[in-house]
């Protein structure tokens, strides 16, 4: 039985391979092509086994010299022209289940066979994915079609024409003012913009809309919010214990940006690397926030380098997925599965990264010091008087140190602790005679230690050895009782040399219980003595110094490169555990992308470099693809996350292109004038009405036969509804506000910390000034897709679920906005309810209401009324206590424009 | 070295080679040689299919998207319970009776079961750890359970216990992923959301697919394991709260009485109708569908996350004090849930993360503790759907993430204070009950210290193909065309577990 059976599989399957074969031979007019043919099938069905990962019986195809090489069985499984003598060949058409791939799985139709064995055929050659090749600068297709406005139509239109489409008509004025708004400034325009627009009648009138949207402070705020997506902002740690962390500077950092149009290169370049440019200033400090934006572990008992290195490598993956659109994470622990990605490349990269001085320390070191202004006097003062007296190099090494408290050893560095402990895992504690270790001390010309401690004692003293506990003494260093707060202090030592391993002993024979704490070390620093003791005005300069240290400072992390003491070495980790080292590497960038740029730097600043150099493929069309998704709803790569072979076939490959070319070369990285190219396109102006037709043929509207109409963000919801509600505050920057939220949305363990609304009208902040708590985001931002920012988040997916409904229907703030709307309009819009509705909607949509919706709405307005006007508690409860608006009229107009916020039409851009 | 010694350190040997003998291929493929050429040949024949997929229509009806629907086949099962340990309990102290990793306690952990290995914590070379609970034979069946869950261990004989589950991510929020979504990345949908799009949901006044979180802490992967993925947003999971406002915003504002409320409703909609019939946008009829799930919401769900009402015995017998936010009052409310007709009801229960590192994190004391508050609730739903006729049509379904070792956690290579085993992706245990499945079965082996498996490999794609199997679905043929090709919920892989089907 079995035997007979399994004879005829055998014969099935050959016939079948045979007849499919010659059916695909008899009709295969053009060459294979790879990306687009042989890819597909084989990361679909043998790259999971013969890839990246596994490289079953040492065969993958990741690369064409690893695919060609000899496999296990001593021979290679691809022999180019010849796929009847392919092992490849054989093994997916071989009838035996123990021999067939792929293995356990469904054989490969018959068609996908065909094309690898004419693929073998005609050579076996191996194709650049599309993205990682140079961008090219296309040729804009020519059509004469009057619709066309600019290239972008040219590229839009020849699509639409292959696919039988053809584009929609300019929306009217009202829905494209209101679309073009939300899209620039985040929210409605002033009321002079609305006026001067809808008035003229110049063919220019759009154009100068735009550029004056484009010019408004508030266009920096809402780009903001991208940008704030990407670089996981937060006003958190993340976590357990989640605690707060002061980094609002940088969010206003990313606002001016914005607004000045900083040009993308530099924007970028600023954030990776801003504190390794020249004389860096404060703003250039707060840029490198970007990069400290990643979680720290305050749970106690963690090991710091374990949180130090994933902070590190979510620095790499966040620099891949958002600023490269691909999935670099996976080289973590193997070679990229689907791209040409190895996994020695990760660490490569990962060692640009692997040399800031941060260590994942309960203080967030190393931060940015801010002095207030006579401090900032007395700081100017000391950096003169070092450059005039000493020389400009040992100026700008007090300037970085006031400002930054860099270089330093932090004590957790310490180990091999007796009668002592890593307190809370951060801070060096000796009891009475206790004894710790500090390892790789430069001594080299060093004549003073300088340290932050804490102490409750009288009479302790803190004794150095060299080498050994045995070792010689270097210096007993008597500790003043600081009674429980930090202070800093300065004991000089004997110079001595080389790079030395202290020990440290605390000796207090005052101290009696063994089990009590005697001090507490934060840092150390081993240097000079304050230089020029001999010049005029020594002793007022070291003044201001020691003013300095104990100055009250605003703070912000920041990145800072280790010296050359401290420099760390970087090896791959073995199967991404950060605790299996590797060989070591050195940084370096994917050999498949465009190399270092000549003269670059092996630090950040030359992988700045890196990234902006033209020849990235990657930078460009990944930030084009962004902008193009914040307008259009959907990137031309819809996978904004993953460019890569796994990613989306880019609708608009040549339009990308065209773009991001234009972007890098023509507009100088100017992110306005790219913007303002794709907004005043007859692309961006058309109506988003759609047909069944259109509908079947284009659900997703990938061909752009239709205008963009696509729900709000969080932030343009909220922002929008407390402008024309007149409520909105429209204060920029400072520190992040708490707006009302309901109780018991804040729960961390370890950390009673709560929510505080914010008054003076800061509960009325834009959106992207609303505090986040990484464990307990403000509901209605994850309501309506915001995220938690404890990773970048690389693309918003839009919902649509009945908890949005019950969020602007019965949040408490959008009753109160709904309430000041009311009163606006009963003030300010003629004396009928009808009339009233009908200006109440001109506001809200700068046209007027169709006569179906106004009976909708004056239905409601009636039944209200007659409700209200026979229950003064209700009257009374909807106007929230107002007693002066507190009548059945007022509180029948707040239940419409309940009603009215929650249009389609308004929580769309239409 | 003592006799004793001596005997341990060969149980341990030969361990160790059963498991390298079980895991060579040539073994595996003989006993499934013929199983896979049938199964070759009928996919040659039957899914020629495969390449048109402009065939799979998806079954999303923008103007009704939570419709009942049809399965493929009558299934055994209209509704799922979930119940999600999150952080991953100790099978090895629950279900898996191991007597001979008890006589290893203490004992170095063999490099071979190491050598190629990796662990979330454990550095070097850890010790054994026997188990901490005592075995005993249940019910007719005579299946195997420890006494900490010495309510549940009646229920053995309605209870398919699955000891041979594997998984591919040893980390929380990964491993979570991929069991609810057959994805360890973020992005594909829920199981809950693939059910309720293909099924519908048979109550419009409640969402089709409810979550609810007990234990302090909302599951690590966060809200992505009950999202929708690319599935049409009103298939993403609706989390309660069992204290506070059940949903957030469920209250109407102060002064707006129900009618009131209703007639905004109704106002919203017509608008939004006219906005339909000029723009023709079907999320519009989408959103016109959830404004009046959200009226409804705001009545339903408050009355079925009422628990005060129920009576005295109920409480008694769940274990419930109404006000508080208890897994089992969470658990008392799926099965209220369930019977006004919620599709799939998701329990996560934080705080099975026993490392070992605390007192609450041993699996000798703090295991036991999470022990006492689950046992009787589930042990209740158990038979409360069974008294109320429900449970052949609910499919229970309890697990977690991934498994523990057989191993104490050594973390950076220290002992710990505390008795606790790290993460183990090659072996743990979910137990399946009611919705057609068998019961008094145990399925699966692992090796005798509980380390690998050894017969009837599970895989979590095997777990989501058996769940859907109950509901009336084909997995490999239930599909979602997204971004130009079709998606399922098993990916590539997955089988039925016919074994554990009544």
Redesign the interface.
């Known amino acids: 039985m079995?035997v007979v059976s399994?004879k005829k599989?055998i014969i099935?399957?050959v016939l079948?391979v045979i007849i499919g074969g010659l059916a695909f031979f008899l009709y295969q007019p053009k060459k294979i092509d790879y990306n687009t043919q042989v890819k597909p099938i084989l990361n679909k069905n043998c790259i999971s086994c013969h890839g990246g990962v596994k490289q079953k019986a040492g065969f993958s195809l990741l690369f064409r010299e690893e695919a060609l090489a000899n496999t296990e069985s001593g021979r290679p499984a691809i022999l180019p022209g010849n796929p009847d003598e392919s092992e490849l060949i054989r093994r997916i058409t071989v009838s035996d289940?123990?021999e067939?791939m792929p293995y356990?799985?469904?054989?490969l139709?018959k068609?996908e066979i065909s094309i690898l064995k004419q693929w073998i055929k005609e050579g076996a050659q191996w194709g650049e994915h599309w993205a990682y090749l140079p961008v090219e600068n296309e040729p804009i297709p020519t059509s004469s079609n009057k619709w066309i406005r600019n290239n972008i139509d040219q590229f839009i239109f020849q699509k639409l024409k292959n696919e039988n489409l053809s584009p929609s008509t300019e929306a009217d004025k009202a829905t494209l003012l209101r679309r073009v708004s939300l899209d620039l400034i985040g929210m409605p325009p002033n009321n002079s913009l609305i006026k001067n627009f809808l008035q003229s009648t110049s063919t220019n009138a759009y154009e100068q809309l735009v550029d004056s949207l484009l010019a408004s402070p508030a266009y920096g705020e809402k780009w903001t919010t991208l940008w704030l997506d990407l670089a996981r902002f937060a006003d958190t740690r993340g976590f357990e214990a989640d605690r707060r962390r002061s980094i609002w500077k940088y969010r206003d950092w990313v606002i001016n940006a914005f607004n000045n149009d900083k040009p993308y290169d530099r924007f970028i370049t600023e954030q990776i690397a801003g504190d390794l440019m020249p004389d860096p200033n404060d703003a250039l400090y707060i840029a490198t926030a970007f990069h400290r934006n990643t979680m720290t572990n305050d749970e106690g008992?963690t090991?710091n380098e374990e949180y130090r290195t994933a902070a590190v490598v979510d620095r790499v993956n966040t620099t891949w997925s958002g600023l490269m659109g691909t999935t670099f994470n996976c080289v973590q622990c193997h070679s990229h599965p689907y791209d040409p990605f190895k996994h020695e490349e990760y660490y490569k990269f990962l060692a640009f990264f692997n040399n800031s001085r941060d260590e994942d320390t309960q203080a967030e070191y190393p931060l940015l010091r801010q002095y207030k202004t006579e401090d900032s006097i007395k700081l100017r003062e000391v950096v003169k008087w070092v450059n005039q007296n000493v020389s400009e190099q040992k100026s700008k090494e007090y300037y970085k140190f006031l400002k930054t408290w860099q270089p330093t050893i932090n004590s957790l560095q310490c180990d091999q602790f007796v009668n002592g402990a890593l307190i809370s895992s951060w801070y060096a504690g000796l009891r009475n005679n206790g004894t710790c270790r500090l390892k790789n001390v430069v001594l080299n010309k060093k004549s003073q230690v300088m340290y932050r401690y804490n102490t409750k004692h009288d009479g302790g003293n803190w004794l150095i050895y060299l080498d050994s506990l045995g070792g010689k003494l270097l210096k007993a260093v008597p500790l003043q009782n600081t009674k429980g707060s930090w202070k800093v202090a300065v004991s000089n030592i004997p110079e001595t040399d080389g790079k030395r391993v202290l020990y440290f002993k605390y000796h207090n024979p005052g101290i009696k219980s063994p089990d009590e704490n005697g001090v507490v070390f934060e840092w150390f620093q081993f240097g000079e003595n304050f230089p020029g003791k001999e010049k005029p005005g020594f002793d007022s300069t070291f003044k201001y110094f020691n003013d300095l240290l104990y100055a009250d400072v605003e703070t912000t992390p920041i990145m800072i490169e280790n010296n050359a003491e401290q420099f760390r070495e970087s090896n791959v980790f073995i199967?991404g555990?950060w605790?299996e080292k590797g060989p070591k590497v050195t940084p370096g960038v994917p050999h498949i992308l465009n190399p270092l740029p000549a003269g670059a730097p092996k630090n950040r600043l030359g992988l700045a470099m890196w990234l902006t150099d033209k020849k990235n493929p990657l930078v460009a069309r990944t930030m084009v693809n962004r902008l193009w998704e914040q307008l259009f709803g959907t990137g031309l790569v819809?996978?904004l996350e993953d460019m890569g072979t796994q990613g989306?076939?880019p609708s608009h490959k040549e339009l990308l292109d065209y773009l991001s070319y234009k972007f890098m070369n023509e507009y100088q990285w100017s992110i306005k004038k790219l913007v303002k190219e794709i907004v005043l396109s007859a692309t961006y102006r058309q109506d988003?009405?759609?047909?069944?037709n259109l509908?079947q043929k284009d659900p997703a509207n990938k061909w752009y036969a239709r205008g963009p109409?696509i729900?709000l963000t969080a932030e343009q919801l909220r922002d929008q509804t407390l402008a024309v509600s007149n409520l909105l505050n429209d204060t920029m920057y400072g520190k992040s506000v708490m707006p009302y939220q309901?109780?018991?949305i804040w729960?961390s363990?370890y950390n009673g910390d709560k929510w505080v609304v914010s008054t003076g009208g800061n509960q009325y902040r834009r959106s992207l000034y609303t505090y986040l708590k990484r464990t307990a985001p403000f509901?209605s931002m994850?309501?309506f897709d915001g995220g938690?920012r404890e990773v970048c988040i690389i693309r918003r997916?839009?919902?649509?679920?009945?908890?949005?409904?019950?969020?602007t229907?019965?949040?408490?703030s959008y009753?109160i906005m709904a309430r000041n709307f009311a009163i606006n309009i009963r003030q300010n819009a003629g004396k009928d309810p009808s009339a009233q509705i009908k200006r109440g909607y001109e506001w809200m949509f700068y046209k007027p209401i169709?006569t179906?919706?106004l009976n909708?709405?004056i239905?409601?307005y009636q039944?209200?009324f007659n409700?209200f006007s026979k229950d003064k508690?209700?009257?009374?409860?909807?106007?929230?206590g107002d007693s002066r608006n507190a009548n059945p009229e007022t509180?029948a107009m707040v239940?419409v424009a309940?009603?009215l916020f929650?249009?389609?039409?308004w929580?769309?851009k239409? | 070295m003592t006799q004793q010694d001596l005997h341990n350190q060969r149980l341990l040997k030969e361990a160790e080679q059963k498991v390298m003998h079980q895991h060579t291929r040539r073994h595996f493929i003989k006993e499934s040689a013929m199983g896979l050429g049938a199964l070759a040949l009928g996919s040659m024949f039957g899914s020629c299919g495969n390449s048109s997929s402009s065939t799979t229509a998806n079954l999303f009806d923008a103007a009704n998207p939570l419709a009942p629907k049809a399965p493929m086949f009558p299934g055994k099962a209209k509704s799922v319970i979930f119940i999600h340990m999150a952080g991953a309990p100790s099978q090895l102290e629950l279900f898996s009776y191991k007597p001979e990793l008890a006589k290893l306690d203490g004992l170095e952990c063999p490099q071979s079961l190491l050598e190629g290995k990796k662990f979330a914590f454990i550095r070097g070379v850890p010790k054994m750890l026997g188990p901490q609970a005592n075995f005993r034979q249940h019910g007719q069946s005579g299946t195997w359970m420890s006494d900490y869950l010495p309510h549940l261990s009646t229920m053995v004989d309605d209870m398919a216990i699955i000891n041979s589950v594997t998984t591919e991510q040893f980390n929380h929020a990964p491993a979570q992923l991929l069991m609810h979504t057959g994805s360890a990345r973020l992005g594909r949908p829920s199981m809950g959301s693939w059910v309720t799009y293909g099924l519908g949901s048979e109550n419009k006044n409640l969402p089709g697919f409810v979550v609810l979180t007990s234990g302090g802490n909302n599951p690590d992967a966060g809200k992505s394991v009950w999202g929708s993925g690319f599935l049409p947003s009103v298939y993403q999971g609706v989390q309660c709260r069992s204290e506070g406002d059940p949903v957030l915003f469920i209250k109407d504002p102060a002064g707006m009485d129900r009618d009131l409320r209703k007639a905004s409703i109704d106002a919203i909609n017509k608008v939004n109708q006219q906005q339909y019939e000029e723009y023709k946008d079907p999320e519009i009829l989408s959103r016109i569908a959830q404004y009046e799930m959200a009226y409804k919401m705001q009545i339903s769900v408050p009355d079925v996350m009422n628990i005060n009402d129920e009576p005295a015995a109920m409480h008694e017998m769940y274990g419930t004090s109404p006000g508080e936010a208890s897994f089992a009052n969470n658990i008392l409310l799926a099965r209220k849930l369930v019977e006004k007709g919620v599709r799939f009801v998701q329990l996560f229960d934080w705080g099975w993360d026993m490392h070992g590192d605390s007192s609450g994190n041993a699996v000798n004391i703090g295991l036991v503790n999470k022990c006492r508050k689950v046992d009787k609730p589930i042990t209740a739903l158990l038979l409360d759907l069974k008294q109320r006729g429900l449970l052949d049509e609910t499919l229970v379904v309890w697990g977690a993430e991934f498994g523990r070792t057989p191993m104490r956690e050594n973390r950076e290579g220290k002992e710990m204070l505390f008795k606790g085993r790290d993460h183990h992706a090659e072996a743990f245990t979910i137990w399946m009950a009611g919705g057609g499945i068998k019961g008094g079965v145990t399925y699966g082996e692992t090796d005798e210290i509980g380390y690998s498996v050894v017969s009837g490999k599970t895989e979590v794609y095997d777990i989501q193909a058996t769940i859907l199997n109950q509901l009336g679905f084909n997995h490999e043929q239930f599909t979602y065309e997204s971004q130009g090709r079709p998606f399922r919920l098993t990916d590539v892989s997955g089988k039925v577990i016919t074994d554990i089907l009544a």
């Open positions: 079995t399994s599989i099935l399957a079948i289940p123990e067939r356990k799985h469904a054989p139709a068609s008992g090991e199967r555990s605790l819809e996978t989306s076939a988003s009405k759609v047909n069944e509908l109409r729900r309901p109780e018991g729960r363990p509901p994850i309501t938690a997916i839009r919902t649509n679920t009945p908890l949005q409904a019950l969020n229907l019965n949040d408490s009753i169709t179906n919706k909708a709405l239905q409601l039944t209200a409700k508690n209700a009257t009374n409860e909807m106007l929230g509180a239940v309940n009603a929650n249009l389609d039409e929580v769309n239409n």
